[in-house]
């Protein structure tokens, strides 16, 4: 269910945010955006599965390019960070810089 999904991720990332929108604002926000583009989802993500063993067998813990409704992950880099933060959104792929890690990008 895509509003649980939102709300475990908006509880999760609540003490990281300080000041953030209620969940029903940051979630209309988001939605808003995306269906602005057209729709739904434009990546081409991963079986469940291979998520799985990319977190177990590689310490993967982050994907490079999601959103709130695809992310597998609870911490993710999307196109939208001013209306994703509120979801675990680290900002723009292009601006991410880690230091360390493993992380997942979809072709």
Do not use: I
């Not at 895509?2 to 475990?8: D, M, P, S």
């Not at 908006?10 to 808003?32: D, N, T, V, Y």
């Not at 602005?36 to 977190?55: E, M, T």
């Amino acid at each position: 269910d895509t509003y649980a999904k939102l709300k475990a991720l908006h509880a999760a990332h609540r003490s990281a945010r300080g000041c953030a929108p209620p969940l029903e604002l940051a979630a209309l926000s988001m939605s808003l955006r995306y269906q602005a583009l057209g729709g739904g989802g434009f990546q081409l993500a991963l079986p469940s599965a291979a998520f799985r063993v990319l977190a177990s067998d590689f310490g993967v813990r982050a994907e490079c390019f999601a959103s709130p409704l695809n992310c597998w992950f609870g911490r993710y880099c999307s196109a939208f960070p001013d209306c994703d933060a509120a979801f675990g959104s680290l900002g723009s792929f292009f601006d991410f810089q880690p230091r360390r890690g493993a992380f997942e990008a979809n072709p």
